[in-house]
Each structure stands twice: as structure tokens, then as C-alpha cells.
Nanobody, 121 residues
Framework: QVQLVESGGGSVQAGGSLRLSCAAS????????MGWFRQAPGKEREFVAS????????LYANSVKGRFTISRDNAKNTVYLQMNSLKPEDTAVYYC??????????????WGQGTQVTVSS
């Protein structure tokens, strides 16, 4: 059982920044990559970024490359999403996720409840 709790969402003006956090508890470790997905109103949920629990390898969606950075803390139980140069099209509910292997990083097995990010123009 893996529990994921997001925080850090809110409202920001275009061009601003936000940092999302995801605290993981339960059975997580090097075999459980972490990532972020988002879902805008009327749209399907889409992949944003992911990171190996160990090793530091990352993946990003083309839409956020160069603007977003995923990272983890030294305790290996919290992941972050630093979002810079935010655009109105980044407005969505952002979900933290965990997968059982790196090869399954785009198909997570565990999800957080989501946190709203709103970017105004």
C-alpha cells in the first residue's frame, strides 16, 4: 500500500512559479518511480514528468521541458515539481503518482488526490 499526498497548488499569474510537493508513505523505495500527471477541464489526464526513486533519471513531457523540474529529497520519500514560466494552458489538477518499475512509469499504480493549479493571464 502506497499513500501519496500532494501540496503546494494554488493560483499564480502567467510567468510566475509554483512548487508542488508529494509526500509518500507505505511500501516505496528504489523500485517505485514517482511522477506527476495533470488533467485540464474537458481533457484526458496527461503525463508531465517522472523520476527514478534512485539514480536521478528523469522524463518530461515536451510541453513542459525547460520550464518544469522534477526532483526528490534526500530521504527519498518526497518528490517535487518546480514549475517556472507558467502559462494559462498549464491550468489543471496535478496528480502525484507512483509506479512499480521504471518501464511502467507512464502507467502508475498509485495516485494522490490531486492539487489545483490555476494560471491567470
Amino acid at each position: 500500500q502506497v499513500q501519496l499526498v500532494e501540496s503546494g497548488g494554488g493560483s499564480v499569474q502567467a510567468g510566475g512559479s509554483l512548487r508542488l510537493s508529494c509526500a509518500a508513505s507505505g511500501r516505496t523505495g528504489s523500485g517505485y518511480p514517482m511522477g506527476w500527471f495533470r488533467q485540464a477541464p474537458g481533457k484526458e489526464r496527461e503525463f508531465v514528468a517522472s523520476i527514478r526513486w534512485s539514480g536521478g533519471t528523469t522524463l518530461y513531457a515536451n510541453s513542459v521541458k525547460g520550464r518544469f523540474t522534477i526532483s526528490r529529497d534526500n530521504a527519498k520519500n518526497t518528490v517535487y515539481l518546480q514549475m517556472n514560466s507558467l502559462k494559462p494552458e498549464d491550468t489543471a489538477v496535478y496528480y502525484c503518482a507512483a509506479s512499480v518499475s521504471w518501464s511502467a512509469t507512464l502507467r502508475p499504480s498509485y495516485w494522490g488526490q490531486g492539487t489545483q493549479v490555476t494560471v491567470s493571464s
